[in-house]
């Protein structure tokens, strides 16, 4: 983990600089850190985006005290295991990786609604689609089973076209980040799950 170090430092102090209490926090791996118009997207909302790049589930679940110390949100959105599974982890792992990171998010944060990004349809790890869509099977599962304050936020399904591949418009050129429009369609769903849970507090 010790790579990490020179960027979790740096998002350590983020919240200070940011120069208001964030009410959305997003925490993951490089598809939140690069999501650059994150707070314009979500205007209204007090987003802080707390990504830290190639980082994996397992990362997030390490650093996540270190991370979240001081903030007090009424959100958290997650995106993270991708990473995981590229680097050959399987999808049990990424799994346990989850309820890990569920764990450490009730004893900081009790009954905070969260939203768990489901894992994307990537162009460049279209041959490990199993893996993502079991993966993505296992976490939903448990969500629905164990985690009443978790929601399964799934934009795999709204990233495939008719013939059931990934949109190439939706990524860059390296067929694994995406792009802004891309980013699109993760606001628009992900708009649509906070809506509902203001709506039922």
């Not at 609604?113 to 448990?142: D, T, V």
């Not at 978790?150 to 990233?159: A, E, G, I, L, R």
């Not at 369609?185 to 203001?198: F, G, L, M, P, Y």
Request: proline share 3%; charged share 25%.
């Amino acid at each position: 983990m010790q790579w990490y170090e020179d960027e979790v430092k740096n998002l350590e102090n983020k919240g200070l600089l940011h120069g208001y209490e964030a009410e959305s926090l997003f925490y993951g791996s490089s598809s939140i850190r690069l999501w650059d118009s994150l707070d314009r997207d979500f205007e209204g909302f007090k987003p802080l985006n707390l990504g830290f790049g190639g980082s994996t589930l397992a990362a997030c679940d390490w650093f996540f005290e270190r991370i979240m110390l001081g903030y007090h949100p009424k959100r958290l959105v997650v995106y993270a295991g991708d990473n995981d599974l590229g680097d050959g982890r399987h999808p049990e792992e990424v799994f346990i990786f989850f309820q890990q990171l569920a764990l450490r998010v009730h004893e900081r944060f009790g009954d905070l609604p969260c939203y768990f990004i489901s894992l994307k349809p990537s162009l460049s790890r279209w041959h490990i689609l199993g893996q993502f869509k079991y993966a993505n099977q296992l976490i939903a599962g448990e969500i629905e089973k164990n985690l009443p304050h978790w929601k399964y936020v799934d934009v795999f399904s709204h990233m495939l076209d008719a013939s059931g591949r990934p949109v190439h418009a939706y990524f860059i050129d390296d067929g694994l980040h995406l792009s802004e429009e891309g980013y699109k369609v993760w606001t628009n769903i992900i708009k649509v799950e906070i809506t509902e849970e203001q709506l039922i507090i």
